[in-house]
């Protein structure tokens, strides 16, 4: 059975850093990519950034020039370096793995930037 958890998640002020990370446990075959979404009270879950297995990256415009997201396959985990944070960047976040056949989510992190 496949899980994914994340974690890194906090409060951190306007401008700040944070480090998501996002582990899997079990076997996960034919991945197509992973990534990360967000959702804010009252809003749709959105895209943030994916990355395939051969490091091709997508990034919501939003995001594009703060956001880094990356992988370790060998460690079966991969992370979003988030920079500059704005509080509009607030929401739980979520990992997402994604074949063809499968569509797997974590739990979901909450990241508060606020003053």
């Known amino acids: 059975q496949v899980q994914l958890v994340e974690s890194g998640g906090g409060l951190v002020q306007p401008g700040g850093s944070l480090r998501l990370s996002c582990t899997a446990s079990?076997?996960?075959?034919?991945?197509?990519?992973m990534g990360w979404f967000r959702q804010a009270p009252g809003k749709q879950r959105e895209l943030v950034a994916t990355?395939?297995?051969?490091?091709?990256?997508n990034y919501a415009d939003s995001v594009k020039g703060r956001f880094t997201i990356s992988r370790d396959s060998a460690k079966k985990m991969f992370y979003l370096q988030m920079n500059s944070l704005k509080p509009e960047d607030t929401a739980v976040y979520y990992c997402n793995v994604w074949g063809r056949s499968y569509d797997y989510w974590g739990q979901g992190t909450q990241v508060t930037v606020s003053s």
């Open positions: 079990g076997s996960i075959f034919n991945i197509v990519y």
């Open positions: 990355v395939t297995l051969s490091g091709t990256t």
